[in-house]
T-cell receptor, first 112, second 114 residues
C-alpha cells in the first residue's frame, strides 16, 4: 500500500529553467514532509522539509509547497543547474508514528 | 565529521545462502535505521533502533531477516536464507532523534541474489 506517490518517474529540464517535482499522499495523518536527493552510488541526502502548519518553505533555490486539502506537495528548483541531476524522493511521516514513508522517486536530468 | 559507514558495497550470493551487512552510524546518533530499496521503488523501512532497543520492526521479514545493534552503536543486518526477491540496495541511516530530524544515509550495500 503506497501512501506516498510520485507519479512522474523522470523529468528533463534545461539548465536555468524551473524544475517542478510533484508528490501526492493518501494518509491524512501525515503532517511532516521531506525531500531527499540521491546521486548514483550514494545514499539519499536531506534537501528540505515542511510541516503541515505551513504551506511553503524556501531554502535558496529550493521551495516546497504543501496543499493539505489536495494532499499534494511540490518541490520547485529555480534555476535548475547540472548538479541538480539526481533522483528526488518525497517522504512523509505522521503524528505519533515518525516512521518515514518514501515515494518511488523522480529522476531529474538537467540539460546544458 | 565522519558519515554513516556501511560495508560491503557490493555482494553477490546464490539463493539460500546467508549474508550480513554492517553499519556504523554517525557518532552520537541515537537512532539507527535499516532500509531496503528495490530497483524503481523508494526506500522501505525494515527496522529502527533507538540506542540498542528496537522501536519498529513491523516490516522486517523475521523468518529470514535479523538485525542487532550492540552497545547502541554499530549494527548488523543478516539475511538467512536469501531469496531472489531480496536483491536490493540495503541502506543504513542514523539520526540524532526521530525521523522528524534529518536522516543521514550511508552509501548502501547492493545485494544481488542469483
Amino acid at each position: 500500500d503506497q501512501q506516498v506517490k510520485q507519479n512522474s518517474p523522470s523529468l528533463s529540464v534545461q539548465e536555468g529553467r524551473i524544475s517542478i517535482l510533484n508528490c501526492d499522499y493518501t494518509n491524512s495523518m501525515f503532517d511532516y514532509f521531506l525531500w531527499y536527493k540521491k546521486y548514483p552510488a550514494e545514499g539519499p541526502t536531506f534537501l528540505i522539509s515542511i510541516s503541515s502548519i505551513k504551506d511553503k518553505n524556501e531554502d535558496g533555490r529550493f521551495t516546497v509547497f504543501l496543499n493539505k486539502s489536495a494532499k499534494h506537495l511540490s518541490l520547485h528548483i529555480v534555476p535548475s543547474q547540472p548538479g541538480d541531476s539526481a533522483v528526488y524522493f518525497c517522504a512523509a511521516s505522521g503524528r505519533g508514528d515518525y516512521k518515514l514513508s518514501f515515494g518511488a522517486g523522480t529522476t531529474v536530468t538537467v540539460r546544458a | 565529521e565522519a558519515g554513516v559507514a556501511q560495508s560491503p558495497r557490493y555482494k553477490i550470493i546464490e539463493k539460500r545462502q546467508s549474508v550480513a551487512f554492517w553499519c556504523n552510524p554517525i557518532s552520537g546518533h541515537a537512532t539507527l535505521y535499516w532500509y531496503q530499496q528495490i530497483l524503481g521503488q523508494g526506500p522501505k523501512l525494515l527496522i529502527q533502533f533507538q540506542n540498542n532497543g528496537v522501536v519498529d520492526d513491523s516490516q522486517l521479514p523475521k523468518d529470514r531477516f535479523s538485525a542487532e545493534r550492540l552497545k547502541g552503536v554499530d549494527s548488523t543486518l543478516k539475511i538467512q536464507p536469501a531469496k531472489l526477491e531480496d536483491s536490493a540496495v540495503y541502506l543504513c541511516a542514523s539520526s540524532a532523534g526521530t525521523a522528524r530530524e534529518k536522516l543521514f544515509f550511508g552509501s548502501g550495500t547492493q545485494l544481488s541474489v542469483l
